[in-house]
Nanobody
Framework: QVQLMESGGGLVQAGGSLRLSCAAS????????MGWYRQAPGKQRELVAA???????TYADSVKGRFTISRDNAKITVDLQMNNLKPEDTAVYYC????????????WGQGTQVTVSS
């Protein structure tokens, strides 16, 4: 089994910054893609950013140029630096990883709230 622990959410004014962190633990043999998703009230969960094991990154158009995803393979962590936050970034943010324990699975964190006030 793989456990994900997220941290770093909170309340910030528009234009501010937050950094989300996610640490993976458990019986991890290998991790492939790591990413962050978000879900705003009344909306579907959407991909915010992802990073492969080769550090190839993907971003949602709405966050390009403002958010940066990074990973530390030794510590098995993935971070999301969020700058110039906007009220529309308000959502619950979830960490997700594709990991091999006894087989390949997608694992999800419990979510962390990010609220951006105008």
């Amino acid at each position: 089994q793989v456990q994900l622990m997220e941290s770093g959410g909170g309340l910030v004014q528009a234009g501010g910054s937050l950094r989300l962190s996610c640490a993976a633990s458990g019986n991890i043999i290998r991790i492939n893609t790591m990413g962050w998703y978000r879900q705003a009230p009344g909306k579907q969960r959407e991909l915010v950013a992802a990073i492969t094991s080769d550090s190839i990154t993907t971003y949602a158009d709405s966050v390009k140029g403002r958010f940066t995803i990074s990973r530390d393979n030794a510590k098995i962590t993935v971070d999301l630096q969020m700058n110039n936050l906007k009220p529309e970034d308000t959502a619950v943010y979830y960490c997700a990883v594709e990991a091999y324990s006894d087989s390949w699975h997608d694992y999800w964190g419990q979510g962390t709230q990010v609220t951006v006030s105008s």
